[in-house]
């Protein structure tokens, strides 16, 4: 039975444990579990890929210089005031070195944008940005900013997380020697509580320097920090260039009122530019300051006619508002007192009206009278 299950599997490699498994049935009646066909194939080397080809062999790749590739990462983080969080972390795949690091509460485009700003103007501009295919990362405003800072974006293959081994290793260790010692509850009375990102990340980046980067890395044989430092001091970018690498843009057709429309709110631009495409770049977070482009190059300002958002929808506030604070006042109890009150108002008038228990007898004298 081993030997014709083995016989099957060499013939046609493609075949898995459980259609092997079914031809055994087929042929003979009768077929063992799957699990111990996958035993048998695995004690005969005869695992592969579903191509029928072997395993993929990998070797172990590192950057040759600081600053040459950055791999970006989202994980998940302890949940702060009731709500959940994510790390957004980059690290230097030469030094493992993390250039940015921040807890966020969204993981959108904007607030990795964020993070990579502050990390591109801390460390200078990298040569390459790793990262996968989440939706922060392919945004578009992303590869805008890559564009324009001449940074390569690369994105890994779908299902091959090769490549990204580095910032997944970075993120267990932050994960089992800061994540286990910090809460964002009551639940965990042996770990330290935090009421919010502010506090969080101040003790992250307060971990990250002390431990972190001041430890020896078993790959490199030295410390993060001095394996980046030793690589002299980066090239900071220019701030004018800085602010317009994380810019927006959006591309726009000009009406023949020479008016373009942008998320909602209404511009009016040069008349010229009636009935041509134009490219209005903007800060996500204030819809009231548009630069029209036409073929390449700056022709004004789009100038504000209807605003009715002044943020665009992928730039929402960090924090949502807080709810109102209960008055306590009970509305229907309100009306309850006061029919209450007036109820007991028409009893007292209706007993003056009567005279009182002997004011009935001495008002009928009167009247007699």
Known sequence: ????????????????AAQVR?????RLGWAPSERAIQRWFAARELTSRPDGRPPEAFGRFQAAAVNEI?????MNGPPVAGRACHLAAIIDDNSRFLPGYQFIRRPDAVRFAAVLRAAIARHGIPEVLYCDNGSCFADESLARTCAVLGIKLVHGQPGRPMGRGKIERAFETIQQQFGVEVTGDEAHPARRPVTGLD???????RWVR????ARVH????????????????PAR????????????SAVRLVRKTATVALEGNVYSVDPFLAGRKVELVFDPFDLTELDVYWQGRKVGRAVPQVIGRHAHPKAPPDEDPAPAALTGIDYLQLVTDADTAALGEQLNLAALDDGGPDGGAAGQEEEDK
């Open 1 to 16: 039975m081993v030997e014709l299950a083995a016989g099957l599997k060499m013939e046609n490699p493609a075949r898995t």
């Open 22 to 26: 079914r031809i055994l049935a087929a």
């Open 70 to 74: 950055w791999t970006a990462d989202l």
């Open 199 to 205: 506090e969080l990340n101040d003790l992250l980046d």
């Open 210 to 213: 002390v431990v972190y980067h």
């Open 218 to 233: 078993s790959e490199t044989g030295e410390t993060p920090q001095a394996r980046y430092a030793a690589a002299g001091p």
């Open 237 to 248: 970018p220019d701030p004018v260039l800085l602010r317009e690498a994380f810019r927006w």
